[in-house]
């Protein structure tokens, strides 16, 4: 029987090449290495810690169940990742709101103060907050969101320009409320 | 490879990132992944039970039925088949379907 320990040092490759064999103690390696950015993920996109953990459960989940199809063992965070960006698009699909108004945020002296970069993606829509996250936070290129997403090209850069642009506003307004406040 | 040149939003990104902790997200996902490779397995023994019991009472009626089309052809084609032109026929036959083989495989 495998020792945890010798897993843990093994690079990745070889433990996605293990757990793609049908080692279950491999996978679970590989889960606890990649858990966290996989929930942060979530959270970034879903603003719910508890709904962004089942999310995450569903991802690994999948995972585990298709891991056969994936066709290069260096190719797993990539892919891991998408498999997320799937999860939560399902998810979305699932539970789309009634109305597609964009959320308007208005900045009052005592709402400034609470807000923090995961409120200010919380302000923005959720196609948009997506690309955004998936840009600065993930650091892929328009094109790999694009293909992750299925949004046009076009759409991804849009969407990224204008969450961008979106955030540095309700953020800098943070900013200068904290400073004003301190000043005062 | 990111297409953004905007490193404040970046480092704030990166600021913001923490470490979550393995527990308890690893222990409850190990029991979901018992319980999906368990109905699974369930699954398949349910798949596996309903054909051998479909095979065991389908096995008389096929042979019976095969018995019988077998008797029926034999009687109709007996004659044929111990006729001089079926003795003759059938080593050409033969000879016919080893030319074939040779020239598939070839």
């Known amino acids: 029987m495998r020792s945890g320990l010798v897993l843990g040092e093994l690079a990745e490759a070889p433990l996605v090449a293990l757990a793609m064999a049908g080692d279950d103690t491999a996978y679970g390696e590989l889960v606890r290495r990649r858990q966290s950015s996989i929930r942060n993920l979530m959270r970034r996109l879903s603003r719910n810690a508890a709904l962004a953990d089942d999310l995450a459960q569903q991802v690994f989940l999948q995972a585990w169940r298709s891991l056969g199809g994936l066709k290069s063992a260096t190719a797993f965070g990539a892919w891991l990742r998408k498999l997320a960006v799937n999860v939560w698009l399902q998810y979305q699909r699932a539970n789309r709101p009634t109305s597609d108004v964009e959320p308007v945020l208005s900045i009052t002296p005592a709402l400034s103060e609470r807000i923090d970069l995961d409120a200010a993606l919380a302000a923005i829509p959720p196609d948009m907050r997506l690309c955004v996250v998936l840009a600065y936070s993930e650091g892929m290129s328009h094109s790999e969101i694009s293909a992750a997403t299925g949004l046009p090209l076009g759409t991804v850069k849009s969407h990224v320009l204008r969450g961008a642009s979106r955030l540095r506003v309700l953020l800098d307004s943070y900013e200068n409320d904290v400073g004003a406040r301190h000043a005062g | ?106």
């Open chain 2, 1 to 106: 490879m990111p297409d953004e040149d905007n490193p404040d939003l970046r480092r704030l990104f990166a600021a913001a990132d923490v470490t979550l902790p393995a527990e308890p997200f690893v222990s409850e996902l190990a029991q979901r992944l018992g319980r999906q490779q368990r109905l699974r397995f369930y699954r398949r023994l349910c798949v596996a039970t309903v054909l051998l019991i479909a095979a065991a009472l389908a096995t008389p009626i096929v042979s019976l039925l095969s018995l019988e089309l077998a008797r029926a052809a034999t009687e109709q084609l007996a004659d044929l088949l111990v006729s001089p032109w079926a003795v003759a026929a059938s080593p050409l036959i033969g000879v016919l379907v080893l030319l074939r083989m040779r020239a598939r495989y070839r």
